[in-house]
């Protein structure tokens, strides 16, 4: 999967942190191009473009919480490493969606992980 972006080292940076994914050994600062490398394919490309983001994502990352935590716990330590809470689709029955950006402003959404829809069944 590729992202475009100003700045492909810092978003990769940003989303290492998010993922614990580690990055492409040949990796340097200043790349035009950095990878991280995922546990199975895909894996994440950071590609430096000129222009900047015009529009609304049309396909998009849904992350799930670390292992033994909830959606929301998810989305507050991914606001405390820089993402912005964008739209709000959290249901009173617990089911829902947080929408997150990322430092570039590339949305991303945050979904309840298995654990938490098997104790709600």
Known sequence: ????????????????????????EATEKDDDEVMLMAPSEPNLLFIR???GRQAKNRVHFDVTAQAGGTRDQEVERLVGLGAKQYEDHRNPDGSGWVTLL?????????????AERDAAS
């Open 102 to 114: 990322d430092p570039e402003g590339n949305e991303f959404c945050v979904c309840r992980g298995q």
């Open 1 to 24: 999967m590729t992202v475009d972006c100003a700045q492909p080292y810092e978003l990769a940076e940003w989303w290492h942190q998010a993922t614990g994914w580690p990055f492409h």
């Open 49 to 51: 473009v000129p222009e």
